[in-house]
C-alpha cells in the first residue's frame, strides 16, 4: 500500500514536470583577443535589454549547431564554423523549462552588426561584471571567468 501510494505520487509528479514546455536554444561562445562578442535583447520582450550570449531558439528539425548557424547570421550577420560544445545551461523560468548548449565558435568571417537584436558588442571579460545577464547565464560566467583565472562576479 505503502509502496503503491509512493509510486502514485511519483507519477503525478512526472507529469506535472512534463506539462512544463522545454525551450531549446542553442548559443555561442565567440572570441577574440580575450574579448567576448555579446548581444542585448530586444526592448519589451522576455529579459529585456539584458546582454547574452548570441544565439536563438531551435527550428523543428534542425540540430542545435545548424540553429545556431542560422540564428547568427540572422542576428549579427557573422559567419560561423568548427563548433565545439562548450557547456550546457539547464535553468527553470517558471512557466518554461530552459535548455541551452553553448558552443565555443572555433573561427567566424564577417564584422558583426546589430540586425535582429538591440546591440552587439565586444567586451573585455572584466567589464562582463558591469552588464546585466538572464539568472539562466550566471554558471556561464562563473565557468568563463575560471577559464581565464578570474571570479564571477
Ligand atoms: N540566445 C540566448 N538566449 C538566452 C540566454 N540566456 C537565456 O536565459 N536565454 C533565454 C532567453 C529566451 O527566453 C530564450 C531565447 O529565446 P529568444 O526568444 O531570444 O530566441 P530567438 O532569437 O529564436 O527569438 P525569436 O525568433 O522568437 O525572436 O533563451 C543566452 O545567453 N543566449
Known amino acids: 500500500m505503502n509502496g503503491r501510494k509512493r509510486m502514485e505520487q511519483g507519477g503525478s509528479h512526472k507529469n506535472?514536470?512534463?506539462?512544463?514546455?522545454?525551450?531549446?536554444?542553442?548559443?555561442?561562445?565567440?572570441?577574440?583577443?580575450?574579448?567576448?562578442?555579446?548581444?542585448?535583447?530586444?526592448?519589451?520582450?522576455?529579459?529585456?535589454?539584458?546582454w547574452e550570449f548570441p544565439g536563438g531558439k531551435l527550428h523543428p528539425g534542425e540540430s542545435p549547431e545548424q540553429a545556431l548557424v542560422r540564428e547568427i547570421e540572422e542576428e549579427v550577420g557573422l559567419q560561423i564554423e568548427a563548433l565545439t560544445p562548450w557547456a550546457f545551461v539547464s535553468h527553470d523560468y517558471g512557466t518554461f523549462h530552459l535548455l541551452m548548449p553553448l558552443f565555443r565558435v572555433g573561427r567566424f568571417y564577417g564584422t558583426p552588426q546589430a540586425?535582429?537584436?538591440?546591440?552587439?558588442?565586444?567586451?573585455?571579460?572584466?567589464?562582463?561584471?558591469q552588464l546585466t545577464f538572464p539568472p539562466a547565464d550566471l554558471p556561464l560566467l562563473a565557468q568563463l571567468f575560471a577559464e581565464q583565472g578570474l571570479t564571477y562576479p
Open 16 to 50: 506535472k514536470d512534463a506539462e512544463k514546455p522545454l525551450l531549446l536554444v542553442s548559443a555561442a561562445l565567440i572570441m577574440q583577443e580575450n574579448r567576448v562578442l555579446l548581444t542585448q535583447r530586444k526592448r519589451g520582450g522576455h529579459l529585456a535589454l539584458h
Open 115 to 129: 540586425l535582429d537584436v538591440h546591440a552587439v558588442a565586444w567586451f573585455e571579460l572584466p567589464s562582463l561584471r
